[in-house]
């Protein structure tokens, strides 16, 4: 079992920047390579693909982000993290942090097998 813990959420203004973190643990996680994504929802909407690296630290954004947010790992901590800069309102939603085991990296949230609880990032205008 893996699990995930996000943090670092809050109510920011447009134009201001915020660092999510992602923390994983559990029995089977290391030292079995594995991909992390973040993916967000707004109330009212699907859940959307953020960002996701590989293990070996291969990375890709959504359109929407790219840019703006960056996707890190540290695979001695166990830490995914997102560094979103420039926010608008449109980013406002609820932010989740995911795993799958493998090599690969992974866009569609069916392909994930872990979730975190999720964080809170509020824009204002």
């Known amino acids: 079992q893996v699990q995930l813990v996000e943090s670092g959420g809050g109510l920011v203004q447009t134009g201001d920047s915020l660092r999510l973190s992602c923390q994983a643990s559990g029995r089977t996680l290391s030292p079995n390579p594995y991909a992390m994504g973040w993916f967000r929802q707004a109330p009212g909407k ?9 293990y070996s630290g291969h990375t890709v954004y959504a359109d929407s982000v790219k840019d703006r947010f960056i996707i890190s790992r540290d695979n001695a901590k166990n830490t995914v993290s997102l560094r979103m ?26 392909e994930y097998e872990n979730w975190g609880q999720g964080t809170q990032v509020t824009v204002s205008s």
């Open 46 to 54: 699907e859940r959307e693909f953020v960002a996701t690296i590989s």
């Open 85 to 110: 800069n420039s926010l608008t309102p449109m980013d406002t939603a609820a932010y989740y942090c995911a795993s799958r085991s493998g090599s690969g990296y992974h866009v569609n949230s069916d």
